[in-house]
């Protein structure tokens, strides 16, 4: 089967260098073919460039080939998403509200909020129940254009917990069209073992984690490396016990306070580094020169009205940046990355060009898989979307809150 895109307004984001990620100035130019066609064979994206140059002359006389029209649209990689949390057993509406009307902390957790409470009723609910709830989300952020997406355990914080949670996300990359990559959170520590750190740490280490191991659970390994939650020196254990059981690191860091996270990240080569609230010169330069990618969560900061990551500091540093949503319940609840784009122009001064990179190549690298998703290059994995007809692709950073997506394309088939 063979499915062309034709008559495509602009088809952007294309790279026939294949980068693996761009960074700082580069940021600012995106390339794009005006009145482009796109040649998708199985899976793959196997040509591409403008109307005049598409030639049907290589094509088989059994070839089964469907045309798309796509005059006045433009077409796109489908967005990566490499930082989510979207298994979870409830919304939190309700401490939205309490927010809202002003309680404090101890109240909103009195009142069944917080990450302790999503601890309990995730304990709680089946897996089953827990795999159809998350699978309506995966359907929601592919109708916003996200074609590949990075989901975390942490909400069981139990072994049995975090075992059901990856175990949810396994049966995901299996069902789902989506590219999925799966990651372990050694997210906080439970109530039970206040004063006993140690002893969380060795049930981490010498039981969960070999577990999730054994059952090749989780291709990466993360920790909440900030004030209140892991120390340096616990991140930098439970990083190297990833390692060693072969789950490459990645980092919450630098969220709450100057951590030291980034650092730690850094120096065990996690593929990503995030949130980034608090970071200054020597963050940026612990991350010009690594193979860390910074990478941000608008969504969360928006949400609680938190204080911004530098972004413009950091690109105009040279470094390269990705934007992922950071979907949970708690602080981000929303897997929509055109509003994430939005964000990212409106709140930290990006480009709309920038932006397009943060989301698709940028985020792609961040979550391992810029060798074969986030940018249109021959070879690539066709998951792609049409917007509706626009005039520019600034309309979808501009646009925010709208849906500018008319098709989704994974795996070469159009959902
Ligand atoms: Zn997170």
Redesign the pocket.
Known sequence: MRLILENIKELVQVDPQSRLWVAGKSMAEVQTIKNAFLLIKGEQIIDFGPMEELSRSDFEADDLIMEIDCSGKMVFPSYCDS?T?LVFAATRELEFVDRIKGLTYEEIAKNGGGILNSAKRLQEMPEDELYEQAMLRLEEIALTGTGAVEI?SGYGLTTESELKMLRVILRMKQHSPLMIKSTF?AHAFPLEFKGRHEDYMNLLINEMMPLIAAEELADYVDVFCDRGFFTMEESERILMAGIKLGMQGKI?ANELANSGGVQVGVKYNAVSA??LEFVGDEEISSLLGSETMPTV?PGAAFFLNLKLAPVRKMIDSGLPVALAS?Y?PGTSPSGNMNFIQSLGCLRYGMTPEETIHATTINSAYAMGISESYGSIAKGKVANLFITKEISSYAAIPYSFGSNLIETVILNGEIQ
């Open positions: 930082h949390h975390k959170l919450h995030d949130h969560l950071d949970n």
